[in-house]
């Protein structure tokens, strides 16, 4: 039986925590609706989806707390950044209340910093408030890497750092996590959101301890089963 810690959440907050995710390229329409019913059904925080089934989700979950959320960029991050904006329009426009952006990780680590330092800040301009989540890819980065970027995601006005896209060499570490936070103390009010390889209720407690305020998951239904089970077991 999963020990949980002294400040344990009510099931239904800790369903809160999730961004409910399917970002596999075979994903079909039938599954994606399945994805926004059984989040609506547990009380997730969101459905993370790629662009093109941001209307269907938004659809599916009218009239719930859930909210939609498409990825810009995605996986690579390697696009244009006048096609991020246009995506990340083109999603808003279709009902996206968040927006989670890849960086181009190739021109951070080319030395060339100031393409992508640019890019952050004109993707949080076009969302015109909606919250967005940098996507860092932290697999690529050493610790001072991840902390810059951090910080320059807090400064161009992001809502959320977040590690990874979960198509990268690994996602996110609980020292990943750190390292973020380390970096925003002075921005108390950007949030974290580990992703990538998250499927375990053991591997969510960790990285929320670590610091995360969102997880995305494709697990997050049995995470939710085995945390009410743990949560039911201290009784």
């Known amino acids: 039986m999963t020990t949980l810690p002294p400040t344990t959440l009510s099931p239904s907050a800790f369903a809160a925590l999730f961004d409910h995710t399917l970002l596999k390229p075979e994903a079909t329409p039938a599954q994606v609706q399945q994805l926004a019913d059984e989040a609506v059904e547990h009380g997730f925080a969101g459905v993370c989806v790629n662009p093109c089934y941001v209307t269907l989700v938004a659809k599916?979950?009218?009239?719930?707390?859930?909210?939609?959320?498409?990825?810009?960029?995605?996986?690579?991050?390697?696009?244009?950044?006048?096609?991020?904006?246009?995506?990340?329009?083109?999603?808003?426009?279709?009902?996206?209340?968040?927006?989670d952006m890849v960086i181009n990780s190739?021109?951070?680590?080319?030395?060339?910093?100031?393409p992508?330092?640019?890019?952050?800040?004109?993707?949080?301009?076009?969302?015109?408030?909606?919250?967005?989540?940098?996507?860092?890819?932290?697999?690529?980065?050493?610790?001072?890497?991840?902390?810059?970027?951090?910080?320059?995601?807090?400064?161009?006005?992001?809502?959320?750092?977040?590690t990874s896209t979960g198509f990268s060499?690994?996602?996110?570490?609980?020292?990943?996590?750190?390292?973020?936070?380390?970096?925003?103390?002075?921005?108390?009010?950007?949030?974290?959101?580990?992703?990538?390889?998250?499927?375990t209720l053991e591997s969510v407690l960790a990285m929320v301890h670590a610091g995360a305020d969102r997880i995305g998951s494709s697990s997050s239904v049995a995470i939710l089963a085995a945390y009410a089970q743990a949560a039911a077991g201290k009784v």
């Open 169 to 199: 060499p690994r996602g996110a570490t609980t020292e990943d996590l750190v390292l973020m936070r380390s970096a925003l103390v002075n921005h108390p009010k950007v949030q974290l959101k580990a992703s990538g390889g998250i499927r």
């Open 106 to 114: 190739g021109y951070y680590r080319s030395g060339d910093k100031s």
């Open 60 to 99: 599916r979950v009218t009239g719930s707390a859930v909210l939609p959320v498409a990825v810009v960029g995605f996986p690579l991050g390697a696009n244009r950044t006048d096609i991020k904006i246009d995506e990340t329009l083109r999603a808003i426009g279709e009902g996206a209340r968040e927006v």
């Open 116 to 162: 992508v330092r640019h890019e952050i800040a004109a993707v949080v301009r076009a969302a015109r408030g909606v919250p967005v989540k940098v996507i860092i890819e932290t697999a690529y980065l050493a610790p001072s890497e991840i902390q810059e970027l951090s910080l320059w995601s807090a400064e161009a006005g992001a809502a959320f750092v977040k």
